[in-house]
């Protein structure tokens, strides 16, 4: 018979293990051990395009990954198979906020300076007023751009993410001012004086999203200088949980999917969405190599060609 308190070994060397390889994760997420691997910064990286993103440079870089949920971060990393070896250190804040990002570059620049910016966060339509996704989607990217800048090394490249909604609408001079200066105080404000009506969030997102294209498309020219590039990418109608939220939310983006020219089968799994975040995180994974080493200045379509089906 046992005694009480009795445990037997084969339990308590079980027990043993299980704490020994959470203490692993736990030193992995929030002690990363300095090493002379490149570091690439990721955020948004709890999303589906962030976390495949982080994954496709795990096998060539240190992480450095972002977003506003933690917890979100942790299970993001657990439950990436790519991820689970990698060398990890994770930050949760919101990039809209003033602190956080000048923590964050603070944080890279202990960790060495950055070698790849892969940025994905933002606030789709669906998710937030006009004023919130523009300040969230530029105004927060301009000022990521601005302080995190500085800290990154020669040959390395930033991508920041924009969308296709970027290249629809017209030109409207006093509107792309506005966008062009997405540094300068109130910028909601001074887009709202820009034009006639209150702007909906999906017209925000819009602007928003052709302001970045514009931005990495001018910062080109002063990073080039220092031996660094910085592009966008644009997403087209992409199955993640935001892309599946957006199209409950906006019926008219239906008609778009049947407009995509590019076929392939459906993964398992895939909703009516074409693209998929593997897609997207294998243009990051190029763009963040040396077979891209002369690209720069540009925005990459991974649309399946659907902008070039409504042109």
Known sequence: MRGRGHVPIGDALRVRASLDRRVRVWKRLVMPEATNRPLAVVTGAAGGMGVACAAALAPRADLLLTDLDRSKLEDAVRGTKALRGARVEI?????????????????????????????????????????????????????????????????????????????????????????????????????????????????????????????????????????????????????????RLELVGSPGKEPLLDLVPLVRPPAPGQSRLPGRADDVAAAVGFLCSDAASFVTGCDLRVDGGLIAAMR
């Open 91 to 243: 930050v949760a804040g919101d990039l809209a906020a003033s602190s956080f990002v000048p923590e964050l570059a603070e944080r890279a620049h202990a960790r060495g300076g950055v070698r790849w910016l892969v940025h994905t966060a933002g606030l789709s339509p669906a998710m937030a007023g006009w004023s919130d996704v523009l300040e969230v989607d530029l105004a927060a990217t301009a000022v990521l751009l601005d302080r995190l800048g500085p800290r990154m090394k020669p040959g390395g490249a930033a991508v920041c993410f924009a969308s296709i909604a970027g290249h629809l609408g017209t030109d409207d001079p006093a509107i792309d001012a506005v966008l062009d200066a997405p540094l300068a105080p109130d910028l909601s404000g001074r887009l709202r004086a820009a034009v006639a009506d209150e702007p909906s969030p999906g017209i925000a997102y819009l602007w928003a999203k052709r302001g970045v294209i514009r931005l990495c498309e001018r910062l080109a020219v002063s990073w080039g200088a220092r031996g660094v590039r910085i592009v966008s990418l644009s997403p087209g109608l992409m199955d993640t949980a935001m892309g």
